[in-house]
């Protein structure tokens, strides 16, 4: 791993702005080296947040975009529960990014066949990797520590042959989903984790001073050659005692 980064801001205000650069920084990096940038979305409060900032910027080019989902709820599009389903109405209807390059679960599909079905659509796009290398995931993290749809003490953190897991007894509603398996999330070229609001405070501190010996799945992302960064607000951050760097929203990743 390229070594963690925590990056603490005044307010999610502060802290847009500079996602919306890594997110064009990475791109513009990943295009010139291999001609595409494959982005790794999950949801929560990212969506409105990361859809903000993105229509924000004056060039924003998404025509070589490769976009997948870190964990999708099994529900149709048009569900507020679906993943996808916000991420279109809120970013993908109104940038330049090709159909083709949004891979999207098959929501038809029993739970098990849509894990199987994701696992086969990242593999057609992603052909000479054991597990798909993603140029940047963005992740968020529950108040309970989750991340993707891994949860505390569910077997699935011990996953580490399959691309895409199913889930059928979510401990947070809707019960199934399909989600990235670890191996996929710590083999992706850049890792961020998102987490804003006081309610985070207390698990974030465990996470990221704990290390090896916390028991919530988000502390187990660890790229094995890719950077990481946690980008806090200070509502979040409140608890650390570690070293951070604080940041305004002019920061440049």
């Known amino acids: ?17 500079v996602l919306a650069q ?30 903000k900032e993105l229509l924000a910027l004056s ?18 599009f048009d569900d507020p529960e679906s993943t996808y389903g916000l991420y279109k109405s809120q ?38 990797d054991d597990f798909p290398v993603f140029d940047l995931l963005l992740l968020g993290m529950g108040p309970d520590g989750h991340t993707c749809s891994l949860f505390p003490d569910h077997p699935l953190l011990e996953e580490t042959k399959k691309i895409v ?6 401990p947070k509603p ?12 710590n083999s992706a070229r850049c890792v961020a984790f998102i987490s804003t609001g006081g309610s985070k405070a207390p698990v974030l501190k465990e996470v990221l001073e704990d290390g090896e010996a916390s028991p919530f799945p988000a502390a187990r992302v660890a790229p094995t050659k ?5 980008l806090v607000d200070e509502p979040a951050a409140a608890s650390l005692t570690i070293q951070v760097e604080r940041l305004g929203s002019g920061a440049k990743l």
Not at 174 to 185: E, G, H, L
Request: aromatic content about 8%; overall charge negative; charged content about 20%.
């Open 226 to 230: 890719g950077e990481l960064f946690w």
């Open 174 to 185: 809707p019960p199934q989903r399909v989600t990235m398996t670890f191996p996929v999330v």
């Open 59 to 76: 060039e924003l080019d998404c025509s070589k975009w490769l976009v997948g989902f870190c964990d999708e709820r099994l529900v149709s």
């Open 91 to 128: 970013l993908f209807s109104k940038i330049n990014i090709p159909e083709s390059g949004i891979l999207t679960i098959d929501c038809s599909l029993p739970v098990n066949e849509c894990a199987e079905d994701y696992t086969r659509k990242l593999k057609e796009v992603f052909p000479d």
């Open 1 to 17: 791993m390229a070594g963690r980064r925590v990056l603490v801001f005044p307010s999610s205000a502060e802290l847009g702005p």
């Open 22 to 51: 890594l997110v064009t920084s990475r791109a513009e990096k990943a295009i010139s080296s291999h001609g595409r940038f494959t982005l790794g979305l999950s949801g929560g409060s990212l969506v409105s947040m990361l859809s």
């Open 165 to 170: 897991a199913p889930i059928s007894d979510s």
